[in-house]
């Protein structure tokens, strides 16, 4: 049991959503972009796709065609981005900073785009002192495509992403204090490619060093561009996945990087591969979640539902209803803020899988309400607020199934 401040660090994918609501995803305009086959360069609801891809793929500048899928209209939000970051500053605003201090480290371009995100970080209790602007390429960034509309009105997105200063991110970068936390993350370290190519290492590094390990995933276009149709590497995949304590990923991802088929199929694999515990969300479906023991106390695979409060809520009154862009990435920050309270209370092998689900699925349903993934509090302590009333109506709601 700790008795000082606990230390959270993360790194992974940083960058400004640039978010384009009421794009229908069956118009004309869209389709005539519509990936053909997996890792073609197409667009894909739910997926990501690089800019460069996109052009190859269609053979038109991007400027082009992102004129004719936006029709030239401005971006309805322009906001923080990211697994890496989002997930963290969720983190920071549901934990008392008196008792936990929350710091992420990345690199980040000099233009417009930075001063952007950096500016809207001075309003989040986050730690950004090792965020750092690393050279002249563009700030990462992602035009969010969002049709509220698509998968009978529950809504989804198409990502085109611009990796820009994030390839130039190295492990090299990273301070050692990184390593002298007690939990780190690697967040969408797919959309960071030296991160995510020298992952095993990392991750070793941060178990030689004694510190928990939680790793959220990201669609992975890159290695799905050079391998179409094989399993997605996680670093070395088979070892990283024994490097790790909490694995969060959402089932396209599940069923890539495992091989699988469906997400049943892949909790049975995860479950296998001496991963400590994992978790697999699944839209507006029930989530799949498992624990060996060694962090959490044991499960066999089991399945919880989304918070009915919030699809109750945003059916009656549908002008809350945001977007679900940063939905995931806030999920796991709930759940990262959920491990992070355990620390001080209890023993590993001891803690409560139930409580990092239900801040995990109160903090992604919180997100439906807003525009963009990133919160900016009118007041701190905010957001923890909302946000504990939403995790009490769920431990209510899964106490009685």
């Known amino acids: 049991m700790f008795s000082d401040k606990i230390v959270i660090s993360g790194t992974g994918c940083a960058l400004a959503d640039y978010l384009y609501t009421g794009i229908k995803f069956n118009s004309p305009e869209f389709l005539k972009y519509q990936s053909k086959e997996g890792g073609d360069g197409g667009l894909s609801p739910g997926k990501l796709v690089f800019t460069e891809e996109l052009e190859k793929f269609s053979s038109t500048p991007y400027p082009e065609i992102f004129s004719q899928l936006t029709g030239d209209k401005q971006a309805d939000s322009i906001n923080i981005g990211g697994p890496g970051l989002v997930s963290l500053i969720n983190t920071s605003q549901l934990l008392n900073p008196s008792e936990f201090q929350v710091s992420y480290y990345g690199g980040a371009g000099n233009d417009e785009t930075a001063d952007f995100i950096f500016n809207l970080l001075q309003k989040t209790p986050l730690d950004i002192s090792n965020y750092k602007r690393i050279g002249a390429k563009f700030t990462p960034f992602t035009h969010v495509l969002s049709d509220p509309t698509y998968d009978n009105n529950h809504g989804e997105r198409t990502f085109i992403n611009n990796i820009g200063a994030a390839w130039d991110y190295t492990p090299d970068l990273i301070h050692n204090d990184f390593f002298k936390s007690d939990l780190v993350c690697f967040g969408g370290t797919a959309l960071v490619p030296q991160i995510h190519d020298h992952l095993t ?72 591969q001496n991963v400590a515990s994992f978790i697999i969300t699944n839209g507006i479906r029930n989530l799949f979640a498992f624990s060996n023991g060694k962090v959490f106390r044991k499960t066999g695979i089991i399945q919880f539902p989304v918070s009915t409060k919030v ?54 349903g919180f997100a439906c309400y807003c525009v963009g993934g990133t919160y900016v509090e009118a007041k701190s302590g905010e957001k923890l607020e909302k946000v504990s009333d939403l995790v009490k109506d769920y431990k209510s709601q899964i106490s009685k199934l």
């Not at 809350?320 to 990435?329: I, P, R, S």
């Not at 803020?337 to 990092?356: H, N, P, V």
């Open 311 to 364: 699809v109750e809520t945003i059916k009656l009154f549908p002008d809350l209803k945001g977007d679900t862009t940063g939905c995931g990435d806030n999920f796991a920050g709930g759940a990262i803020a959920s491990i992070a309270r355990q620390l001080k209370t209890s023993q590993k092998g001891d803690f409560d899988l139930e409580d990092t689900i239900a801040w995990a699925t109160a903090s992604g």
């Open 201 to 272: 290492g990392l991750l070793g590094k941060a178990k030689d060093n004694r510190c928990m390990t939680v790793v959220n995933t990201v669609f992975d276009f890159r290695n799905e561009k050079l391998n179409p149709g094989q399993a997605w590497p996680l670093g070395n995949t088979s070892e990283s996945l024994k490097l790790i304590d909490l694995l969060i990923m959402d089932c396209e991802e599940s069923l890539r990087i495992s091989g699988c088929h469906t997400i049943e199929e892949a909790a049975d694999y995860f479950a296998g």
